[in-house]
């Protein structure tokens, strides 16, 4: 399935999630009808359906806690309906024990609910070989679910998570960028910076749906570097929020400040260039590392200089930005080393040459 036919057919609601379940379900049946004829055919699809979610993972251990309910109601229902006939007396007794070992047992709360369920159907439909036929056809449905779960992708998934956190990088930094201007690119700069918050997490999102699927293996070792990345870039956008709090709370002839839009902008250059070396194939003309110490020591130049013609008040609200325009710089600089350490050795050895790891930087100053 293509990527454009893809967006066609979620149009009319044919979404990726409902072709899983329909697949899941249709085959499960397919499957225990074959192997068992006509008994209880409705428990494979139903634990298709219900254990179906949107990673392999997330369907692995909902499919693992609905058998762990289904064999402990079941149990529990086989030794009491040995000694007390269908009644609200062995009802209730089922459903004490059953839920009660689940609970002191520290059970999670799906298989929890999935006791009390088996232990009534189970007492209903009571003889001895409910049970193996429920536990085995339950597991016949997690089985193709999980099947299905790891073949039926989105088209093209890692380039689009990618470019989600491509396009979230470059809407930090101008975000940053535009936090220092004032007025209508203030705002515009808060769209973007929310906006950019959304991006990262669809792509941790779509990228968690990647894991343990038949498209993650060729794709593995740019998924974990992806995940790095992605993970620093939240980093970034928590303390990028964090500056545009503080930004609101300083006087505009502080906060819309030529010093202050140059600070901003070369700090807002280091994202950006981040994003572009890590998340694209475009070549990058300039040195991450060099954007850095520039950005820093214009941090620091300006901050020592404002020390010197600021009240004491004002000092302590700007070491707040600086320190947290210091942060960022941080953050990218362990990306890049990070992303650096993870590379093949000769790749390795060659971009070792140009990394130095400033050991002074603005945090020593404030």
């Known amino acids: ?17 409902m072709i899983r379940i329909t697949l899941a379900a249709s085959l499960s049946w397919v499957a225990v009808h074959s192997l068992y004829g ?8 139903l634990a298709a359906i219900l254990i179906t979610q949107g990673t392999v993972k997330a369907s692995l251990e909902k499919g693992f806690y609905r058998l762990l309910g289904i064999v402990l109601g079941g149990t529990v229902s086989l030794i009491v309906g040995r000694f007390l006939d269908i009644g609200i007396l062995s009802i209730l007794l089922i459903l004490l024990l059953g839920i009660g070992i689940a609970t002191a047992c520290r059970i999670n709360i799906q298989a929890v609910s999935q006791v009390g369920v088996t232990s009534v159907l189970a007492l209903t439909f009571y003889h001895d070989h409910y049970i193996v036929w ?40 101008d975000s940053l960028s535009g936090m220092a201007t004032g ?25 968690q749906e990647m894991q343990f699927t038949l498209s993650h293996y060729p794709c593995r070792s740019g998924l974990r570097g992806l995940t790095q990345a992605t993970a620093h870039l939240q980093k970034v956008h928590f303390y990028v929020k964090e500056i545009a709090d503080e930004l609101s709370l300083l006087p505009a002839h502080y906060a819309a400040a030529d010093w202050m839009v140059e600070v901003a902008g070369a700090t807002a250059d280091c994202i950006a260039l981040y994003g572009t070396k890590t998340l694209s ?17 214009l941090q620091l130049a300006w901050f020592s200089e404002l020390q010197g013609i600021c009240p ?55």
Do not use: W
């Open 38 to 45: 006509d008994h209880y055919l409705y428990f494979a699809p």
């Open 134 to 173: 429920r536990v085995a056809e339950t597991l016949i449905g997690v089985l193709i679910a999980l099947l299905i779960n790891m073949i039926i992708v989105p088209p093209k998934g890692f380039v689009k998570v990618k470019s989600l956190a491509l396009e979230g990088s470059l809407l930090l930094a």
């Open 183 to 207: 007025g209508r690119d203030a705002a515009k700069a808060q769209k973007a910076l929310t906006r950019s918050g959304e991006l990262l997490a669809k792509s941790v999102r779509l990228r």
């Open 312 to 366: 004491l008040t004002a000092i302590r609200d700007l070491g707040a930005v600086f320190s947290h325009l210091n942060r960022v710089l941080e953050v990218i600089e362990q990306a890049d080393y990070a992303a650096v350490s993870a590379a093949p050795l000769p790749a390795r050895a060659e971009a070792a040459r140009s990394i130095h790891l400033v050991n002074n930087g603005l945090s020593h100053k404030l």
């Open 1 to 17: 399935m293509n990527e454009g036919l893809q967006d066609r057919l979620e149009k009319f609601g044919l979404s990726l999630y």
């Open 281 to 297: 194939d475009a070549e990058v003309q300039r040195s991450l590392q060099e954007s850095l110490r520039h950005a820093r020591d």
